[in-house]
């Protein structure tokens, strides 16, 4: 397949979504709670692990392996639905809009919004044959800091953000957020089209914090941010495209498309993948099941057969994201060999470089700040 003829990336559609993220910037704001018919709320009512319908999915497309789809299918007698999102925005309009799924796909700071809200249904890992596999085997999802003692998610993925790069043209480069300035690629430069990946970028680059809401550091984050748009030739999330490409010199990317990448590449080491010294933001989606879910049961079902670890190494060479399983480790190691800076370690995830959630305050400075760096 020539590099022209390449589908999108998994997250090339990812946007910040401004005018949803003003609607949506303190935990839970935005989102109605529901409540189950004898009283309880959806997110206390007990599931019942069991198929009790077709499987409605919600995601990001292309994120389960076709094949694992329909192992499932012909195991569990039935049908999975599926519907795709471009953003975390686009998946909280069509929840508040009424749309029913039975699974959904948050990240970290959106699953907080989510849980806190009551839109998540609870769930006992206990009920889930596979679960010790993720809880035991990494400590850190236990009690995360998005959704304590993990009472509404399982994790799904992991990921971390740095730069991707043509070797061929620019060589090696210094391990810091500065080398997206390097003179020598000049206009042939990508920075992800997202608003807390530029802005904490930027932040890291001046020893802020990842998601700082203080007007005065974003003042200078902007600042820094504008020398590097002359340098610049867009905002891009198909990192891994615009390499392949010739688009692209160099580009803000995620580990997992990168990895991703090396299916496509006729010489991998062509390019080069590295995180910066001054901090990788990491990131997890999770499984969450809607408080409005009709198959709860079957939801359940459907977690506990993506754990099974045969089918997260599948799915870990398909999306190429590590998948927090134990026993999987290998698989992933195997596959990102030439990009090792892809793998997410438990020390990475303590680091305690994911994005948070902000009050309006913080979120509405942080929109300013990303329009402005936009606008050039």
Known sequence: MSPEALPPTRRSFLRAGTAAALALTSAGCGFASDSAPDGKTGAEAPVDVKVDGNLVYFNWADFVDPAVFEGFEKEYGVKVIQS??????????????????????????????LASAGRLRAIDHSKLRNAEAVFGGYGYFADPWYD???A?????????????????????????????????????????????????????????????????????????????????????????????????????????????????????????????????????????????????????????????PENVKKNIEYIGYPMPVLGTEDTYASLVEPFPQCLVTADDLKADLFFRNGDARAEQARDAAWTDVKAG
């Open 84 to 113: 795709n999102y471009d953003s975390m925005e686009g998946m909280a309009a069509k929840l508040n809009a009424g749309n029913h799924y039975d699974i959904v796909f948050p990240t970290a700071k959106w699953a907080q919004r």
């Open 148 to 150: 304590p003692r993990s």
């Open 152 to 308: 509404h998610t399982v994790p799904f993925t992991m990921y971390k953000t740095g730069i991707g790069w043509r070797r061929d043209r620019l060589g090696d480069l210094t391990g810091s957020w500065d080398d997206l300035w390097n003179e020598r690629a000049r206009g042939k430069v990508f920075v992800l089209d997202d608003r807390d990946e530029v802005l904490g970028m930027g932040a890291l680059k001046l020893g802020l914090g990842l998601t700082t809401g203080d007007r005065s550091d974003l003042d200078r984050v902007t600042e820094a941010l504008r020398s590097l748009r002359p340098r610049l030739r867009g905002f891009s999330s198909d990192s891994y495209n615009n390499l392949l490409n010739g688009n692209a010199d160099m580009t803000q990317a995620w580990s997992g498309d990168m990895a991703a990448m090396l299916a496509q590449a006729e010489d991998p080491s062509v390019f080069g993948f590295e995180v910066a010294r001054e901090g990788a933001p990491v990131n997890s989606d999770c499984y969450a099941i809607p408080t409005d879910a009709q198959h709860p049961g079957t939801a359940m079902l459907f977690i506990d057969y993506m754990l099974r």
